[in-house]
Protein backbone atom coordinates (compact mmCIF):
# COMPACT_ATOMS: atom_id res chain seq x y z
CA UNK A 1 0.00 0.00 0.00
CA UNK A 2 2.66 1.95 0.82
CA UNK A 3 5.27 1.69 -1.76
CA UNK A 4 6.72 4.45 -4.36
CA UNK A 5 5.66 2.77 -7.61
CA UNK A 6 8.82 3.11 -10.22
CA UNK A 7 7.08 6.25 -11.39
CA UNK A 8 7.48 7.90 -8.18
CA UNK A 9 11.03 7.24 -8.05
CA UNK A 10 12.14 8.55 -10.92
CA UNK A 11 9.72 11.31 -10.42
CA UNK A 12 11.43 12.48 -6.89
CA UNK A 13 15.03 11.75 -8.39
CA UNK A 14 14.44 14.35 -11.35
CA UNK A 15 13.33 16.71 -9.36
CA UNK A 16 16.10 16.29 -7.08
CA UNK A 17 18.66 16.56 -9.47
CA UNK A 18 16.68 19.74 -11.48
CA UNK A 19 16.61 21.66 -8.23
CA UNK A 20 20.46 20.93 -7.07
CA UNK A 21 21.30 21.47 -10.37
CA UNK A 22 19.65 25.01 -10.52
CA UNK A 23 20.79 25.95 -6.77
CA UNK A 24 24.38 25.54 -8.00
CA UNK A 25 23.48 27.60 -11.29
CA UNK A 26 22.19 30.80 -9.45
CA UNK A 27 24.96 30.18 -7.06
CA UNK A 28 28.02 30.23 -9.88
CA UNK A 29 26.05 33.16 -11.65
CA UNK A 30 26.08 35.08 -8.41
CA UNK A 31 30.13 35.07 -8.53
CA UNK A 32 30.95 36.33 -11.50
CA UNK A 33 30.41 40.10 -10.11
CA UNK A 34 33.20 42.65 -8.16
CA UNK A 35 31.56 45.60 -7.70
CA UNK A 36 28.22 44.84 -6.04
CA UNK A 37 25.08 46.82 -5.51
CA UNK A 38 21.77 47.35 -3.03
CA UNK A 39 18.65 47.47 -5.31
CA UNK A 40 15.78 48.51 -3.12
CA UNK A 41 12.06 48.18 -5.30
CA UNK A 42 8.76 48.98 -4.34
CA UNK A 43 6.12 47.46 -6.43
CA UNK A 44 8.92 46.56 -9.60
CA UNK A 45 10.25 49.78 -9.26
CA UNK A 46 13.23 51.04 -8.41
CA UNK A 47 13.48 53.53 -5.92
CA UNK A 48 17.17 53.05 -3.74
CA UNK A 49 20.33 51.95 -4.91
CA UNK A 50 22.94 51.84 -2.24
CA UNK A 51 26.69 50.61 -3.34
CA UNK A 52 28.27 48.95 -0.27
CA UNK A 53 31.42 51.07 1.30
CA UNK A 54 32.90 50.81 4.64
CA UNK A 55 31.59 54.00 5.77
CA UNK A 56 27.79 53.02 5.98
CA UNK A 57 28.40 50.12 7.41
CA UNK A 58 25.53 49.98 10.08
CA UNK A 59 23.25 52.29 8.64
CA UNK A 60 19.44 51.74 8.53
CA UNK A 61 17.31 53.52 5.84
CA UNK A 62 13.65 53.57 6.39
CA UNK A 63 11.78 52.24 3.56
CA UNK A 64 7.98 53.92 3.74
CA UNK A 65 5.30 53.38 1.01
CA UNK A 66 1.96 53.22 0.49
CA UNK A 67 2.05 49.02 0.99
CA UNK A 68 3.55 49.12 4.24
CA UNK A 69 7.05 49.99 6.06
CA UNK A 70 10.53 48.35 6.24
CA UNK A 71 13.73 49.33 8.06
CA UNK A 72 16.62 47.80 6.43
CA UNK A 73 20.27 47.71 7.57
CA UNK A 74 23.00 47.83 6.03
CA UNK A 75 26.43 45.33 7.15
CA UNK A 76 29.75 44.82 5.67
CA UNK A 77 29.29 43.55 2.46
CA UNK A 78 25.47 42.53 3.38
CA UNK A 79 21.78 44.14 3.56
CA UNK A 80 19.27 42.55 6.14
CA UNK A 81 15.44 43.93 7.13
CA UNK A 82 15.49 44.47 11.06
CA UNK A 83 11.60 45.76 11.13
CA UNK A 84 8.80 45.72 8.82
CA UNK A 85 4.67 46.07 9.48
CA UNK A 86 4.04 42.72 7.87
CA UNK A 87 2.32 40.15 9.75
CA UNK A 88 4.70 36.91 9.04
CA UNK A 89 7.55 39.04 9.21
CA UNK A 90 9.09 36.11 7.05
CA UNK A 91 11.43 39.24 5.46
CA UNK A 92 13.26 39.62 8.87
CA UNK A 93 13.31 36.22 9.37
CA UNK A 94 15.59 35.46 6.53
CA UNK A 95 18.29 37.71 7.69
CA UNK A 96 21.56 38.54 5.81
CA UNK A 97 22.14 38.41 1.98
CA UNK A 98 25.19 39.12 0.38
CA UNK A 99 25.35 37.63 -2.87
CA UNK A 100 24.59 39.29 -6.33
CA UNK A 101 21.43 37.77 -7.07
CA UNK A 102 20.42 36.68 -3.93
CA UNK A 103 16.98 38.72 -2.87
CA UNK A 104 14.97 39.48 -0.05
CA UNK A 105 11.24 39.48 -0.29
CA UNK A 106 7.99 40.96 1.33
CA UNK A 107 5.37 40.76 -0.37
CA UNK A 108 2.63 42.41 1.70
CA UNK A 109 4.33 45.73 1.10
CA UNK A 110 5.35 45.09 -2.38
CA UNK A 111 9.05 45.06 -1.47
CA UNK A 112 12.15 43.54 -3.14
CA UNK A 113 15.94 43.99 -2.34
CA UNK A 114 17.76 42.24 -4.43
CA UNK A 115 21.49 42.63 -4.21
CA UNK A 116 23.13 43.37 -8.24
CA UNK A 117 26.25 42.96 -10.13
CA UNK A 118 27.64 45.70 -12.10
CA UNK A 119 30.30 46.25 -14.62
CA UNK A 120 32.94 48.98 -13.25
CA UNK A 121 31.97 52.56 -13.89
CA UNK A 122 27.96 52.09 -14.30
CA UNK A 123 26.55 52.89 -11.05
CA UNK A 124 25.19 56.25 -11.41
CA UNK A 125 24.11 57.30 -7.90
CA UNK A 126 25.53 56.61 -4.71
CA UNK A 127 23.31 57.00 -1.87
CA UNK A 128 25.16 57.65 1.69
CA UNK B 1 -31.14 13.84 0.21
CA UNK B 2 -27.04 12.26 -1.27
CA UNK B 3 -26.62 15.91 -2.56
CA UNK B 4 -27.30 17.56 0.72
CA UNK B 5 -24.95 15.11 2.29
CA UNK B 6 -22.10 15.35 -0.22
CA UNK B 7 -22.58 19.77 0.23
CA UNK B 8 -21.97 18.63 4.10
CA UNK B 9 -18.98 16.65 3.68
CA UNK B 10 -17.37 19.17 1.50
CA UNK B 11 -17.99 21.92 4.02
CA UNK B 12 -16.10 19.50 6.34
CA UNK B 13 -13.68 19.15 4.05
CA UNK B 14 -13.02 22.95 3.84
CA UNK B 15 -13.51 23.11 7.58
CA UNK B 16 -10.67 20.52 8.34
CA UNK B 17 -8.07 22.35 5.43
CA UNK B 18 -8.73 26.13 7.22
CA UNK B 19 -8.08 24.57 10.56
CA UNK B 20 -5.07 22.68 9.16
CA UNK B 21 -3.94 26.24 7.13
CA UNK B 22 -4.40 27.89 10.43
CA UNK B 23 -2.68 25.30 12.87
CA UNK B 24 0.13 25.15 10.19
CA UNK B 25 0.78 29.31 10.43
CA UNK B 26 1.02 29.11 13.86
CA UNK B 27 3.68 26.12 14.15
CA UNK B 28 7.32 27.49 14.71
CA UNK B 29 8.89 25.85 11.44
CA UNK B 30 12.93 26.60 11.02
CA UNK B 31 13.02 29.28 8.13
CA UNK B 32 14.36 27.59 5.20
CA UNK B 33 12.86 29.91 2.42
CA UNK B 34 9.70 32.44 2.24
CA UNK B 35 6.82 30.63 1.14
CA UNK B 36 8.52 27.45 2.63
CA UNK B 37 5.13 25.59 4.45
CA UNK B 38 4.58 22.08 5.24
CA UNK B 39 1.21 22.02 2.99
CA UNK B 40 -0.52 20.38 5.31
CA UNK B 41 -3.89 21.64 3.58
CA UNK B 42 -2.92 20.60 0.48
CA UNK B 43 -3.72 17.18 1.91
CA UNK B 44 -7.15 17.75 2.25
CA UNK B 45 -7.62 18.95 -1.20
CA UNK B 46 -6.20 15.81 -2.52
CA UNK B 47 -8.07 13.42 -0.99
CA UNK B 48 -11.28 15.63 -2.09
CA UNK B 49 -10.02 14.99 -6.16
CA UNK B 50 -9.80 11.11 -4.96
CA UNK B 51 -13.08 10.51 -3.22
CA UNK B 52 -14.99 13.32 -4.91
CA UNK B 53 -13.52 14.22 -8.38
CA UNK B 54 -11.80 17.16 -9.97
CA UNK B 55 -14.72 20.20 -9.71
CA UNK B 56 -15.25 19.01 -6.26
CA UNK B 57 -11.53 19.47 -5.00
CA UNK B 58 -11.11 22.86 -7.16
CA UNK B 59 -14.03 23.97 -5.24
CA UNK B 60 -13.11 23.28 -2.03
CA UNK B 61 -9.36 24.47 -2.27
CA UNK B 62 -10.93 27.68 -3.58
CA UNK B 63 -13.14 28.39 -0.82
CA UNK B 64 -10.28 27.11 1.18
CA UNK B 65 -8.10 29.94 -0.15
CA UNK B 66 -10.73 32.46 0.48
CA UNK B 67 -11.58 31.56 4.26
CA UNK B 68 -8.43 31.57 5.07
CA UNK B 69 -7.57 35.10 4.17
CA UNK B 70 -10.99 36.36 5.73
CA UNK B 71 -9.48 34.77 8.61
CA UNK B 72 -6.01 35.82 8.58
CA UNK B 73 -6.51 39.51 6.84
CA UNK B 74 -3.75 39.47 4.57
CA UNK B 75 -5.89 40.39 1.28
CA UNK B 76 -2.47 40.26 -1.22
CA UNK B 77 -1.63 36.72 0.18
CA UNK B 78 -4.67 35.39 -1.72
CA UNK B 79 -3.76 35.82 -5.15
CA UNK B 80 -0.17 33.88 -4.23
CA UNK B 81 -2.67 31.02 -2.73
CA UNK B 82 -5.45 31.09 -4.91
CA UNK B 83 -2.84 30.58 -8.18
CA UNK B 84 -1.07 27.73 -6.05
CA UNK B 85 -3.77 25.93 -4.97
CA UNK B 86 -5.63 26.11 -8.75
CA UNK B 87 -2.80 25.17 -10.73
CA UNK B 88 -1.61 22.41 -7.62
CA UNK B 89 -5.38 20.87 -8.30
CA UNK B 90 -5.29 20.84 -12.07
CA UNK B 91 -2.34 19.32 -12.36
CA UNK B 92 -3.05 16.31 -9.57
CA UNK B 93 -5.86 15.75 -11.29
CA UNK B 94 -4.23 15.28 -14.88
CA UNK B 95 -1.44 13.49 -13.05
CA UNK B 96 -4.25 11.14 -11.08
CA UNK B 97 -6.45 10.41 -13.97
CA UNK B 98 -4.45 9.72 -16.83
CA UNK B 99 -1.39 8.22 -15.06
CA UNK B 100 -2.09 6.98 -11.90
CA UNK B 101 -0.96 3.57 -13.39
CA UNK B 102 2.88 4.77 -12.99
CA UNK B 103 2.34 7.20 -10.28
CA UNK B 104 0.73 6.43 -6.64
CA UNK B 105 -0.64 8.67 -4.40
CA UNK B 106 2.50 10.23 -3.52
CA UNK B 107 3.81 11.35 -6.99
CA UNK B 108 0.18 12.97 -7.18
CA UNK B 109 1.01 15.14 -4.09
CA UNK B 110 4.15 15.57 -5.21
CA UNK B 111 3.35 17.27 -8.47
CA UNK B 112 0.85 19.08 -6.35
CA UNK B 113 3.56 20.72 -4.08
CA UNK B 114 5.70 21.52 -6.95
CA UNK B 115 2.65 23.26 -8.95
CA UNK B 116 1.88 25.46 -5.78
CA UNK B 117 5.32 26.45 -5.58
CA UNK B 118 5.75 27.40 -9.39
CA UNK B 119 2.37 29.01 -9.06
CA UNK B 120 2.84 30.93 -5.69
CA UNK B 121 6.34 32.17 -7.51
CA UNK B 122 4.91 32.70 -11.21
CA UNK B 123 2.37 35.20 -9.53
CA UNK B 124 4.61 36.78 -7.12
CA UNK B 125 7.10 37.52 -9.76
CA UNK B 126 4.76 39.23 -12.09
CA UNK B 127 3.22 41.38 -9.44
CA UNK B 128 6.70 42.51 -8.03
CA UNK B 129 7.47 42.52 -11.63
CA UNK B 130 10.88 41.04 -10.87
CA UNK B 131 12.13 37.65 -12.41
CA UNK B 132 14.50 37.39 -9.88
CA UNK B 133 11.91 35.88 -7.45
CA UNK B 134 12.53 32.91 -9.45
CA UNK B 135 15.92 31.99 -7.76
CA UNK B 136 13.69 30.97 -4.75
CA UNK B 137 12.72 27.91 -6.46
CA UNK B 138 15.31 25.25 -6.37
CA UNK B 139 15.42 25.75 -2.80
CA UNK B 140 11.36 25.72 -2.55
CA UNK B 141 11.22 22.42 -5.05
CA UNK B 142 14.00 20.65 -2.44
CA UNK B 143 10.92 21.18 0.25
CA UNK B 144 8.37 20.59 -1.63
CA UNK B 145 9.77 17.09 -2.33
CA UNK B 146 9.58 16.17 1.49
CA UNK B 147 6.93 18.17 2.68
CA UNK B 148 4.65 16.18 -1.16
CA UNK B 149 5.59 12.90 0.34
CA UNK B 150 4.67 13.16 3.67
CA UNK B 151 1.78 14.54 2.68
CA UNK B 152 1.03 11.89 -0.01
CA UNK B 153 1.77 8.91 2.44
CA UNK B 154 -0.99 10.54 4.89
CA UNK B 155 -3.69 11.14 2.39
CA UNK B 156 -2.70 7.21 0.98
CA UNK B 157 -3.91 6.09 4.53
CA UNK B 158 -6.74 8.51 4.51
CA UNK B 159 -8.45 7.57 1.74
CA UNK B 160 -8.12 3.74 1.98
CA UNK B 161 -10.11 4.24 4.99
CA UNK B 162 -12.58 7.22 3.56
CA UNK B 163 -13.07 5.74 0.42
CA UNK B 164 -14.84 3.37 1.71
CA UNK B 165 -16.96 4.55 4.54
CA UNK B 166 -17.93 7.26 1.79
CA UNK B 167 -19.09 4.55 -0.68
CA UNK B 168 -21.15 3.18 2.44
CA UNK B 169 -22.94 6.56 2.90
CA UNK B 170 -23.37 7.64 -0.30
CA UNK B 171 -24.21 4.37 -2.66
CA UNK B 172 -25.83 1.71 -0.11
CA UNK B 173 -28.96 3.75 0.91
Same mark, same amino acid.
Given at each position: MNKLTKG #???????ILVVSLLSLFYTKRLATNFDEKYVSIQVDGEEIKKIVFDKSIIGKTIPIESEYGYNLIE?? #?EKVRVIEADCPDQLDVKQGYISRVGEVIVCLPNRLVIEIKG???GEVDYISH | MKGI??? !??LSLLVSIGLALSLFESMMP %??? !?APGAKLGLSNMVILITLV???FKEALTVGTLKSIIFTLATGSVTSLFYSLSGSV %???ILMFIINHRFSNIFSLIGVSIFGAVAHNFGQVLVASLMMSNIRIFSYLPILLLTSLFTGYFVGLTSKFAVKNLKSSFDNIFYSN
Open positions: #DKILIFTIG #DVAE | KRM !IF %LPF !IVFG %LSC
